[in-house]
C-alpha cells in the first residue's frame, strides 16, 4: 500500500506535484484550471503535470524527470471530457499505472465522481481492474441532494484527517439519510445493470434512428454514461441543432457533455425519445 505519509511530506517541502490528465476535469478548485483562467496565477497549476490519457508510458517519463517529486497521480476510470469522444482504457493501462504508483510511492486517486455506481457498486476501479488509494464520488450518491464522498484504504485515514477541510452546510441530516436510501436502492436494483442495459436501448436505438434519416450518429463512452455526436459536422453544429430540435419537443440533449441514463426510465420513455429523435431528423432535413 502507498505510504500517505511521504505524499504528505512531499507537499510540506513544497516539492509536491501531481500528475492529471490532459483534457481531464477534478473540479473548479485552482490548481485543476489552467493558466490564462480568471482567478488562476502561474503558482496555482505550477506543480501539476499534465500527460496524455492511455499513455503509461508518459507517467513513467514524469516520474523519471520529477525523481522524489511526484505526491499523486489523479484520473476519471476512463476519458470523458466534454466536447471530444470519451475513450475507454487501453488493455493493460490502469495495471501498469498501478504498478507505477506502487513502485514510487504515489497516491493513485480515482475520480469516480461522473461515472460512479453506473459501472460497477463498489467502485469503477472494479470493472477496470485496479485498485487506487482514494476514490472521490458524489452526483450518483444522493439523488439529487448535495453530498459528496472522499474513500480510501484504512492506512490513510490518519494523514488524510489532518488535512483542514470544512464548509458552511456539512451538519445536515437530509443528504445523509437520502444518500443510505440511495445506495440500499441502487443495490437492490443492480443500478449499473438497469443503466447499462437502458442506454444500450436507448444509444443503439439513437442510431438507427440517425442512420434512417441519412446522418452518423456516433457514440463513446460506457452506455450508462455515454457521450454522442453526430459526424456529419466537424463544427459540431449540427449536433446543436439536433439536441435543440429534441429539447424543443421534450426530450433535453445536452450536445457537448456526456449523458446519465437514470434508472427511473422506463420503455415508454425509450419510445417517446425515440419519436422525438426521428421528429428533430426530420426537422434538420427540412433545413438543409
Not at 12 to 19: L, N, S
Not at 54 to 64: K, T, V
Not at 96 to 124: K, N, P, T, Y
Not at 216 to 230: A, N
Request: net charge negative; glycine share 10%; aromatic share 10%.
Amino acid at each position: 500500500m502507498t505510504n500517505f505519509a511521504t505524499m504528505i511530506a512531499r507537499a510540506a517541502t513544497g516539492r509536491a506535484k501531481i500528475v492529471a490528465i490532459e483534457g481531464g476535469y477534478h473540479g473548479v478548485a485552482a490548481w485543476m484550471q489552467g493558466s490564462g483562467h480568471y482567478g488562476v496565477v502561474d503558482e496555482d497549476t505550477r506543480n501539476m503535470i499534465r500527460i496524455p490519457w492511455n499513455d503509461a508510458a508518459a507517467f513513467e517519463r514524469a516520474l523519471a524527470e520529477n525523481p522524489g517529486q511526484i505526491a499523486g497521480f489523479i484520473a476519471t476510470p476512463y476519458h470523458h471530457p466534454t466536447f471530444v469522444d470519451s475513450a475507454l482504457p487501453a488493455d493493460g493501462y490502469w495495471q501498469r499505472i498501478e504498478q507505477l504508483c506502487r513502485a514510487h510511492g504515489v497516491v493513485l486517486i480515482s475520480d469516480d465522481v461522473r461515472c460512479g455506481f453506473r459501472i460497477d457498486l463498489r467502485g469503477s476501479h472494479e470493472h477496470f481492474g485496479f485498485k487506487p488509494d482514494l476514490v472521490c464520488f458524489c452526483k450518483a450518491i444522493g439523488n439529487g441532494h448535495p453530498i459528496s464522498a472522499l474513500v480510501g484504504s484504512a492506512a490513510l485515514k490518519d494523514d488524510a484527517a489532518k488535512v483542514f477541510h470544512t464548509g458552511s452546510y456539512w451538519c445536515q441530516a437530509a443528504p445523509m439519510a437520502a444518500a443510505l436510501a440511495c445506495l440500499k436502492e441502487l443495490v437492490r436494483i443492480d443500478s449499473p445493470r438497469v443503466t447499462q442495459a437502458f442506454g444500450t436501448k436507448l444509444c443503439d436505438g439513437l442510431t438507427a434512428v440517425a442512420e434512417s434519416h441519412g446522418y452518423h450518429l456516433k457514440v463513446t463512452g460506457m452506455r450508462s454514461m455515454p457521450f454522442l455526436r453526430l459526424t456529419d459536422d466537424e463544427s459540431g453544429m449540427l449536433h446543436q441543432r439536433f439536441c435543440s430540435e429534441c429539447t424543443r419537443r421534450g426530450a433535453y440533449f445536452t450536445s457537448h457533455h456526456n449523458w446519465f441514463i437514470s434508472t427511473a426510465h422506463t420503455d415508454d420513455d425509450l419510445t417517446r425519445t425515440l419519436e422525438i429523435a426521428d421528429e428533430a431528423f426530420k426537422a434538420l432535413e427540412g433545413g438543409r
